[in-house]
Antibody, heavy 121, light 112 residues
Framework: EVQLVESGGDLVQPGGSLRLSCAAS????????MSWVRQFPGKGLEWVSG????????YYADSVKGRFTISRDNSKNTVFLQMNNLRVEDTAVYYC??????????????WGQGTLVTVSS | DIVMTQSPLSLPVTPGEPASISCRSS???????????LDWFLQKPGQSPQLLIS???NRASGVPDRFTGSGSGTDFTLKISRVEAEDVGVYYC?????????FGGGTKVEIK
């Protein structure tokens, strides 16, 4: 059974940093692209960042480019999102999501339960 | 960036009746491989989003056959042949052609 379990969400002050983790199980992790998607309170979805299975390719939304870094440790079946210089507008539930097919693109067939990041003074 | 536009914003439905949601993209989602990189998700109240349809028309595993995705290029439609009470929630389309991936604003489906 595929499972994605996010952790690391917290209350942080503007300008602060957080590192989110997503522990994956139930599939051949290194073969699949992974992404982070966020949902603002009471609002829609925004894709944040994605990384290929090998870790060779990484992509970011313009809103987080230069502040967030996605990475993965295939030996630990975990994907990370390092979030620096956080802003109030980064407040959201952050989901990790798995691509549907190996070595392909960005169709998300499994999502985690989400972790809440609150940026406030 | 590719802009995704969904309509309607809200869709009151009667159980047993059909429903349809439209999604338009600002540029074609048709890849050279012949696939339309358009996905549909449903987020039920209090839950994470779940994949309904990928590549425009491929029903995800376990998704009831009352859900059908169609369209090509820039115009796509999600149809529910007979709405059931469990289908309530917010439906999102997403272009998966190229990063940055982008979502439509969502369509809230509720029972009349």
């Amino acid at each position: 059974e595929v499972q994605l379990v996010e952790s690391g969400g917290d209350l942080v002050q503007p300008g602060g940093s957080l590192r989110l983790s997503c522990a994956a199980s139930g599939f051949s992790f290194s073969r699949y692209s992974m992404s982070w998607v966020r949902q603002f309170p009471g609002k829609g979805l925004e894709w944040v960042s994605g990384i290929y299975g090998s870790g060779a390719g990484t992509y970011y939304a313009d809103s987080v480019k230069g502040r967030f870094t996605i990475s993965r440790d295939n030996s630990k079946n975990t994907v990370f999102l390092q979030m620096n210089n956080l802003r109030v507008e980064d407040t959201a539930v952050y989901y990790c999501a798995k691509d549907e097919a190996p070595n392909s693109g960005w169709d998300f067939d499994y999502w985690g339960q989400g972790t809440l990041v609150t940026v406030s003074s | 960036d590719i802009v995704m536009t969904q309509s309607p914003l809200s869709l009151p439905v009667t159980p047993g009746e059909p429903a349809s949601i439209s999604c338009r993209s600002s540029q074609s989602l048709l890849h050279s491989n012949g696939n339309n990189h358009l996905d549909w998700f449903l987020q039920k109240p209090g839950q994470s989003p779940q994949l309904l349809i990928s590549l425009g028309s491929n029903r995800a595993s376990g998704v009831p056959d009352r859900f059908t995705g169609s369209g090509s290029g820039t115009d796509f439609t999600l149809k529910i042949s007979r709405v059931e009470a469990e289908d309530v929630g917010v439906y999102y389309c997403m272009q998966a052609l190229q990063p940055p991936l982008t979502f439509g604003g969502g369509t809230k489906v509720e029972i009349k």
